[in-house]
């Protein structure tokens, strides 16, 4: 058996793919949560973070930036790993349901085309202030804010590492 498969089948394109599962999934009635992110080495924090993201609903889909928006967001020795390499390893987590990259410095065309029940992001930010609050409050659905794990970061094991 294939185990990459399902993994592989996580990851969606922005189009009819994406409309196909999330049509599905709004008939059943299921609740779907977004996040989004560069995710470029994944670590703890970020396994806590999606984990509580996910508890929210019954759905969860992660908006990746693209290398190109990585790079834009970032720098340029970002991202560390390529996207396919993030989709990956976001897919094979067991409760994210859908990766879903995004070329855009922020995802508010994906958010607009996925009307999710919940929109999540750190709590470094204020909710209002969060992208795609405006699509999300008009269709009644709730933004929430999740604390980071603290003493985990992506920048923070980078520059560990180059301290080596």
């Given at each position: 058996?294939?185990k990459?498969?399902p993994?592989?089948?996580?990851?969606?394109d922005?189009?009819?793919?994406?409309?196909?599962?999330?049509?599905?999934?709004?008939f059943?009635?299921?609740k779907?949560v977004f996040?989004?992110?560069?995710?470029d080495?994944?670590?703890?924090?970020?396994?806590?973070?999606?984990?509580?993201?996910a508890?929210?609903?019954n759905?969860?889909?992660?908006?990746?930036?693209?290398?190109?928006?990585v790079?834009?967001i970032?720098?340029?020795?970002?991202?560390?790993q390529?996207?396919?390499s993030?989709?990956m390893?976001l897919?094979?987590l067991?409760?994210?349901?859908?990766?879903?990259?995004?070329?855009?410095?922020?995802?508010?065309?994906l958010?607009?085309?996925?009307?999710p029940?919940f929109l999540?992001?750190?709590?470094?930010?204020?909710?209002?202030?969060?992208?795609?609050?405006?699509?999300?409050?008009?269709?009644?659905g709730?933004v929430?804010?999740?604390?980071f794990?603290e003493?985990?970061?992506?920048?923070?094991?980078?520059?560990?590492?180059?301290n080596?």
């Amino acid at each position: 058996m294939d185990k990459l498969k399902p993994v592989q089948s996580k990851i969606l394109d922005n189009s009819d793919e994406l409309n196909h599962h999330l049509a599905y999934w709004k008939f059943k009635d299921l609740k779907i949560v977004f996040t989004n992110g560069c995710f470029d080495i994944l670590h703890q924090g970020h396994i806590d973070y999606l984990a509580k993201a996910a508890s929210l609903g019954n759905i969860l889909i992660v908006g990746l930036n693209t290398d190109d928006s990585v790079s834009r967001i970032k720098g340029s020795s970002r991202p560390v790993q390529n996207q396919l390499s993030r989709a990956m390893i976001l897919a094979a987590l067991q409760f994210v349901n859908a990766v879903v990259l995004f070329d855009e410095d922020t995802p508010y065309n994906l958010i607009q085309s996925v009307q999710p029940d919940f929109l999540v992001k750190g709590s470094d930010y204020k909710a209002e202030d969060i992208v795609g609050f405006d699509v999300v409050s008009a269709k009644g659905g709730e933004v929430v804010t999740i604390d980071f794990l603290e003493g985990h970061s992506t920048t923070g094991i980078i520059q560990r590492i180059m301290n080596l």
